[in-house]
């Protein structure tokens, strides 16, 4: 089993930065990517930015340019940092990470951070 304990979320004005963090504890070996989601009301949830243990990233097209995702291998803990907010950013930000288990892929899904955009 894998932990995922996200913070950093809360309430900014537009134009403001955040960043998130999200540490993992438990078994972690095999995790082969990890990336940030996030769920507005009313909406489906919806990824934001993704990274393999390679190191290579991507991003929504909504977020480039403002958001980078990082992780510290050394702290477990990978990270978001989300400049240049706007509105429309608002959302509950999950963690999420993928393990290669014995009969394919386990999906871990942290708490969930609230991040409110003001304008």
């Known amino acids: 089993q894998v932990q995922l304990v996200e913070s950093g979320g809360g309430l900014v004005q537009a134009g403001g930065s955040l960043r998130l963090s999200c540490t993992a504890s438990g078994s972690i070996f095999n995790i082969n990517a990890m990336g940030w989601y996030r769920q507005a009301p009313g909406k489906q949830r919806e990824l934001v930015a993704h990274i393999s243990t390679g190191g290579s990233t991507n991003y929504a097209d909504s977020v480039k340019g403002r958001f980078t995702i990082s992780g510290d291998n050394a702290k477990n803990t990978m990270y978001l940092q989300m400049n240049s907010l706007k509105p429309e950013d608002t959302a509950v930000y999950y963690c999420?990470?993928?393990?290669?288990?014995?009969?394919?892929?386990?999906?871990?899904w942290g708490q969930g951070t609230q991040v409110t955009v003001s304008s």
């Open positions: 999420n990470a993928v393990q290669e288990g014995e009969i394919g892929l386990i999906d871990y």
